[in-house]
Nanobody
Framework: VQLQASGGGLVQAGGSLRLSCAAS?????ISWFRQTPGKERELVAG???????TYANSAKGRFTISRDNAKNTVYLEMNSLKPEDTAVYYC???????????????????WGQGTLVTVSS
């Protein structure tokens, strides 16, 4: 499966953005990771085909992950953005037979190209 991430941009602190991850085919587990220079990719949120979700503590209460299976698209709605949310955001998919969200980037075999989110103070 191929993934196409979009929706990043520049926003002021307190603002909102919605990221989209369009898949070329059916998927099961899709997660959003983010990465800043010199750091490893960290899970932000994940969702299964049955819409079970997992959030990083930093995302809880501010971010919402959702999916439209008819469009093979997963969304990440980000509200109350903070400067520390600045990063490149990647969507990633686990093999279609896998139904569990993993916190480890190495568990994901397909990655989108990344979209930059910049939050100004």
């Amino acid at each position: 499966v191929q993934l196409q991430a979009s929706g990043g941009g520049l926003v002021q602190a307190g603002g909102s953005l919605r990221l989209s991850c369009a898949a070329s085919g059916r998927t099961n587990v899709i997660s959003w990771f983010r990465q800043t220079p010199g750091k490893e990719r960290e899970l932000v949120a994940g969702i299964t085909n049955s819409r079970a979700t997992t959030y990083a503590n930093s995302a809880k209460g501010r971010f919402t992950i959702s999916r439209d299976n008819a469009k093979n698209t997963v969304y990440l709605e980000m509200n109350s953005l903070k400067p520390e949310d600045t990063a490149v955001y990647y969507c990633a998919a686990r093999p279609s037979a896998v139904t569990v969200i993993s916190w480890s980037a190495s568990a994901y075999g397909a990655w989108g190209q990344g979209t930059l989110v910049t939050v100004s103070s």
